[in-house]
C-alpha cells in the first residue's frame, strides 16, 4: 500500500482470530459511516484470519511477519520477541514520516507492533477487549491507553488504572438491523456449526461422529459445519450424511445465523455478540485452555441470560452433545425460549468515546 495513506487516518489493528479482527472491522465500518472521508487503514499478522481475509478486502492494510507468545518453547519466544521487535520498527519509521491520528486494537498478538509504535511516538490509542479476563497485549498496555473499551464489566477489575468505558462488543454492520424471528424459519430447519474462524478439533470430530444418528432421528433438519480452512481438505472425504455439509468458512454470518434453527459453536466473545444481535439459540462448547477460561466464563453468562446451553468439553463430547442438541431440536418452544434479540450499540459507544477523546 501506499504508506501516505497513514497521515490523518485511523488505524485498527487486532487478529489471529476472528474474536480479535471482526470487532475491528465492526468499528472500522462504524468510522467511515460516520465520516465518509476518514482514511482507514489495518495492521495485522500474515498468520492470522486476517492475513487471509485483507489481501481480498477494501481495507487498505499492512501484514507483518509477527507470531504469538503463549504457550511457546524458550526459542520459538525469542523468535517472537525478535519478529515484534522488527515489525515495530518498521512502523515506527513509516509513522514517522506518516503520522496516523489513532491506533485502535483489538487484542491478539497482531495487534502488538502498532500498539507498541503509537505508544511510543505518542499517537493516541484505544483498546477494545471483548472477554471478562483481558488477553496479554490489552493488559500490558492498557494504563496508558486513551481508553479501554469493555466487553464486559468483569474486565474492569483486571485493568486498575485504565480509562475503561463498559460498551460490549462491536459487530459487523451486517448485524446492526432487525432479524427475521426463529419461529418465521421453515422446514428443513438447519443446524449450524461453528467452531470458529479457525475451526475447532474436537467439535469438528464430535459433530462427525454424531451427526448421522441425529440427522437420522431428525428428518426435517439439515446441518451446515464451518469446519475452518485447515481442516476443511482433511474432512471433506470423510464418510458423512447427505445433509451434513461441510464448508471452511462462512463470509456472511449475519445471513448464515438468520437461517439456522440451531447454532453449535464455541464461545467466543464476538459470536456471543452476534448469536445475541440476530436472537438465535445455541449449544456453546468453550474452548478449554482459553485465557483465563474466557470461553467457559462467556459460555455462562450466555446460559444465566437465558440465551444458550452449555456442554462442557472432555470425555463422550459427541454423546453429550448430541444429547442436548436434541432436545433443542426436538422442541420447538424450548428453541424459541433462548431466541430473544438484543441490539447492540457497542460500536457508537466506543466511536463516541474516540471523538470525545480526540477533540
Partial sequence: MDERLFSGSLVFTGGGTGGHFFPAVALAEGAL???????????????????????????????????????????????????LAVARSRLLAIWRRHRPRAVVGTGGYGAAPALLAARALGIPYFLHESNAQPGLVVKLLAPKAAGVWCGMDAVRAHLPGAR??????PVRSGFLREFGPLAGLQEPYRLLVLGGSGGARALNAAV?????AL????????LVHQTGPEAFQALDGAPRHPRHRLVPFLEA?????????LVLTRSGASTCAELKACGRPAVMV???GSAGNHQEMNARAMAAEGRAAVVLQGPGLDRDLAREAARLMGDPGLREALARPEPNRAVDLCLDDLAAKLA
Fill in 286 to 288: 468453550p474452548m478449554p
Fill in 253 to 261: 454470518m449475519d445471513r448464515e445465523l438468520e437461517s439456522a434453527s
Fill in 164 to 169: 475503561c468505558v463498559l460498551a460490549g462488543t
Fill in 33 to 83: 459511516a460516520r465520516d465518509p472521508g476518514q482514511g482507514v487503514t489495518f495492521v495485522g499478522a500474515r498468520r492470522g484470519i486476517e492475513g487471509r481475509l485483507l489481501p481480498s478486502s477494501p481495507w487498505p492494510h499492512v501484514l507483518l511477519d509477527v507470531e504469538g507468545f503463549v504457550g511457546r518453547s524458550p526459542l520459538r519466544t525469542a523468535r517472537s520477541a525478535w519478529k
Fill in 215 to 222: 440427522l437420522e432421528r431428525f428428518p426435517q433438519w439439515d
Fill in 208 to 212: 462427525l461422529a454424531l451427526a448421522p
